[in-house]
C-alpha cells in the first residue's frame, strides 16, 4: 500500500564504504517531499552520484534504510521502479538504434502507450531525428534523449544525476523549463543532482547539500535564503576596536574581530546610522561602515569548505 | 513474472537489431553453404557424379558441418554470446537496464534466452543454406540431375538438436564472462584460448571434460578414420550438465554483483 503523504524518497543513516575502507557516505538522511523539486548539490567527488545509485539499487546497500513512497525499496524494488524514472551520469543508449527504438525498447517493458513514445521525443526536442541512430547524436541530443527516456512511463518521482551535462546554455535553460513545467503541471518529484547551485537555484524548492559524504545541509530554499540573510554582515573599520566593541554590545549585539575590522551580523540602515553617530561621538574615528550580503554560491562555499 | 519475462524478451530482442551479433548469425548461417557453392560452380564438371550419389544428402551434409562444427560454430558463439551481453557495457547501459521495474532474474534469463534463440536462428539459416547449397548448382548448370535419395529429415533434425546441445555449454560459458567483464577481450579471448584447448585435447582421453570439444566431438564421431579420442561419456548429457551448472554460477554470479551499472 502506497503512503500518499509519506516522502517520495527517504534515506535513514545511509553510509557506504569502498573496498579500502573509507567511508564515502556518512549517514545520509534524505527527506524528498512530494511534488517538491530537490536539488542535490555538493562538488565533484561529494558523494551524489553514490547515493543516487544507492538508492537506485545500482549499488548494494551496505547500511541504513532507503524508502519511496514510504515502502522499503529493497522488498518493493520492481513496484518502486515502475514510479520513478531515472538519468545517472552519461547516457545511457544504444548507439545503434535510433531515438523511437530507443524508447521502443523500454515501452515494450514498462508497456505504456506506444503513444508516448513521440510524445516525449517532442518533449525534449527529438521528434526529427527520423532514422539517425544515436550514434551520430551529439552529446546534447543524447542526454536529452535520456531525458525522454527517464519520462516515458509517467514517472512520479524523476531521479536526475547532472542533466545538463554537456548542453549548450540554451539547452539548460530548456530542460530548467521542461523540469519545472513538469512539476507544476504533473506534480512530478524531481530530485536533481548538481555541482553548481546556481544552475539549479532558480528550479528547486528544496536543497540537500553534500560534502565529502556527509549532508551538510537540508531544507527548503526559503530555508537557505534565511541561512544566506543570517550569514550577511556589517563591518567596521575604526581606530579603536574596544572602544567599538563596546558601544556594539551596548546595541545587544554581537561583534567578533576579523582580520582587524570587526564584523556584526546584518542590522538596519537607521541602525548603523545611530552606531555611526554614538561611535564618533564617543572619539571613535570610523573609516569603513559596509554591509557585506552573501550569495547563495558564498552560502553554498561556506557549507561546503567546513 | 511469465508476462515481464515476455516483455524482457521483445525488448531484449529489439537491441539486437543491426548489431554486429545479429549480423554474424546471418553472414554465419550462409557462409559455408555460399563457398560449396561457388566451389562447386568452379568444378563443375564433377557436379554430375556428385549428384548422381546415392547418398547425395547424407554426403552434402557432413560436407556443410565440417568447417562449421569445427570452426564456425565454436568461434560464432564465443562472439555472439559475448556481443551481445557486451551491448550494455559498449552502451554505458546496464544502469538503465537495472532501474527498469524488472527482477534481476527476469533480466538475466531473458537475455539468455535471447543468445539461446539467436543460435536457434543460426541453426534454421544454416539449414535452409545447406539445403539451397545443394539446390544452385543443379539449377545453374545442365545436365545436373536432381539427388535421387530423399532427404533424411529425421537424421537431419537428430544432428541439428545434438549439435544444438553441444554448444549450450559454450554459450552459457561465454555468457557467464561476458557479464562479469566490462572488458570485452576477456571473454572473447578466454573463447579463443578455450576452443584452441579443445582442438589439442580431441586427442586426450579425458578430452571430453573441456565443454568446447562437444560440437567438434559430435562431428567426428560419425568419420570412420578419426585421431580423435572417443569419449568415456555421453557428451551430449555432459553439455547439458555443463549448461545448467555453469548458468547457476553465472546467475548467482550476476545476482549477487555488488555494482550494477
Known sequence: ?306 | MTLSFIHSFQSEWLKKKRSLASLLVIIGGFFTPTIIVVARLIHYDSLPAIYANPAFWNKHWRTSWESVAIFLLPIGVIMATSLITQLEYKNNAWKQVHTTPLSLTTIFFSKLAVIVVMMLQFFVLFNVGIYLSAIIPYLLIPGVQYPTDPIPYLSFITQNGLFFIDCLPIIALQYLLSLKYKNFLVPMGAGFLLWIMALGALVWKYGYTIPYTYVIYNYLADEPVSKAAKPEMDIHLLAIAYFIAITIVSYILYITKKEKG
Not at chain 1, 500500500?1 to 516522502?7: L, V
Not at chain 1, 518502486?80 to 531515438?99: N, Q
Not at chain 1, 541512430?133 to 519520462?151: D, E, H, T, V, W
Open chain 1, 1 to 306: 500500500m502506497i503512503d500518499t503523504n509519506a516522502f517520495s524518497l527517504e534515506t535513514n543513516n545511509l553510509t557506504h564504504h569502498f573496498s579500502k575502507g573509507e567511508k564515502v557516505l556518512d549517514s545520509i538522511n534524505l527527506k524528498v517531499s512530494q511534488g517538491s523539486i530537490y536539488g542535490f548539490l555538493g562538488p565533484n567527488g561529494a558523494g551524489k552520484t553514490t547515493t543516487l545509485r544507492l538508492v537506485l539499487g545500482l549499488l548494494t546497500k551496505q547500511q541504513g534504510a532507503i524508502s519511496f513512497f514510504g515502502l522499503p525499496f529493497q522488498e518493493n524494488r520492481v513496484s518502486i521502479l515502475k514510479r520513478v524514472g531515472s538519468l545517472i551520469e552519461s547516457p545511457s543508449i544504444y548507439g545503434h538504434l535510433t531515438a523511437t527504438e530507443n524508447l521502443s525498447l523500454l515501452q515494450k517493458i514498462y508497456q505504456c502507450p506506444k503513444e508516448r513514445i513521440q510524445q516525449v521525443l517532442t518533449l525534449v526536442g527529438l521528434q526529427l531525428t527520423g532514422n539517425k541512430k544515436a550514434s551520430q547524436f551529439s552529446l546534447g541530443m543524447k542526454q536529452r534523449l535520456s531525458i525522454a527516456i527517464a519520462l516515458l512511463h509517467n514517472p512520479s518521482l524523476l531521479i536526475l544525476d547532472e542533466p545538463t551535462n554537456g548542453l549548450d546554455p540554451n539547452g539548460m535553460v530548456e530542460v530548467r523549463e521542461l523540469l519545472k513545467k513538469l512539476n507544476r503541471e504533473q506534480g512530478i518529484t524531481i530530485i536533481i543532482s548538481s555541482h553548481l547551485l546556481a544552475e539549479i537555484e532558480r528550479l528547486v524548492s528544496h536543497v540537500g547539500i553534500i560534502n565529502k559524504g556527509k549532508l551538510v545541509f537540508q531544507g527548503t530554499l526559503e530555508e537557505l535564503n534565511e541561512k544566506q540573510h543570517q550569514s550577511s554582515c556589517v563591518v567596521f573599520d575604526t581606530n579603536n576596536e574596544s572602544k567599538t566593541l563596546e558601544i556594539i554590545r551596548e546595541h545587544q549585539l554581537k561583534g567578533v574581530i576579523r582580520n582587524g575590522k570587526i564584523v556584526v551580523p546584518l542590522i538596519s540602515k537607521d541602525h548603523m546610522a545611530k552606531l555611526n553617530v554614538q561611535l564618533v561621538q564617543s572619539g571613535v574615528s570610523v573609516y569603513e561602515m559596509s554591509v557585506i550580503k552573501n550569495d547563495l554560491e558564498t552560502i553554498f562555499m561556506e557549507l561546503i569548505n567546513n
